[in-house]
């Protein structure tokens, strides 16, 4: 602000902005801490199929979302602090934990479900951990200490960074070569474009909840996703509505077009001990071409 403001002029230095960046510089010092201490954990999300009304459909995945709890400050959404984590240089750290954890309950629910485990396992990345050069190896890695097939794990980016940077672009051609789905993450927000997909390396588009909150009452809104749906099955991409917080939400986006929902309304994200017996409760889902249950002795 200081700065718009221009050379020679004053500018009163907010105690409100004070507190903003010594906020800011604890939570990046108790970050640190967090690692060590274990405060961080992994909370999942289904996404399901839009099956017919009322129809229960199987879980054809789980996106982990990650949370820490802070010994003072109680539960942090990752909205505050990825950020720090990135400017900190402890995203890839961050990054690990959460792969790392994610695929091993992934596996685990494999072993105690059987058939009804999740189809298959989304985990976002951020625009740092594409700019990081040993991502691809370290992925690589995890599957491989956790014995799971690469079909079965998806990497969630937004778009802006995929599209422009070419160091990110190479970064996604190589996690696809291992072989695992690539989503594109908010579509509709920031820089998106329906003329730029087909560039992309990704599988899936999750339209961004802003468009789902608006489609009851507009219809540009619901243009935009008939559009986005249009063009992803023309390129053999899958769609997912995300943010779905009421049943009527849900019957629209099926109605146009979309194949998979997340939201409030099937389910909050939980813990993955909570989220166990939801799962055992539903029928199977669909799995992915390559068999996810692949026990090595
Ligand atoms: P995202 O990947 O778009 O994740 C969806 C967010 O929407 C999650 O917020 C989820 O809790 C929330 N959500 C789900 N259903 C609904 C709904 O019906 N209504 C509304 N209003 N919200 C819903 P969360 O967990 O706070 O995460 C926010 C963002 O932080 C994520 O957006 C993702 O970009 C980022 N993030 C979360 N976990 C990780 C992580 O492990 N690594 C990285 N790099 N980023 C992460
Ligand atoms: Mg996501
Ligand atoms: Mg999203
Ligand atoms: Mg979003």
Redesign the pocket.
Known sequence: EAKRAGRGRWVLFEPRMQTQVVQRATLEADLHEALVRDELF??Y?PVLALGGPGASTGCAGV?????WRHPERGLV???QF?GV?EEAGL?GA??LF??RS?CEQYMRWQLDLGPQAPGVLA????V??LRQPDLVDQVGRVLADCAMPAACLQL?V?ESLAAQDPTSLARLRGLKALGVGLVL??FGTGYSSLSCLHQLPVDTV?I??SF??EAERSGYHRALIEATVRVARTLRMTTVA????TAAQSALVQDLGCDLG????HC??LEAEALTPWLAGRPAPRRPAAPPLQLVS
């Open positions: 992994v909370v999300q996106e982990a979302l990650v949370r959404a990752p909205g990825i984590a995203i961050v990054g959460v792969l994610a985990v976002n990345l951020s740092a951990q969630e937004t993450d908010d999750k961004d909840r789902i909150a995300e943010g779905i917080e997340q939201g409030y309304w909050r994200p």
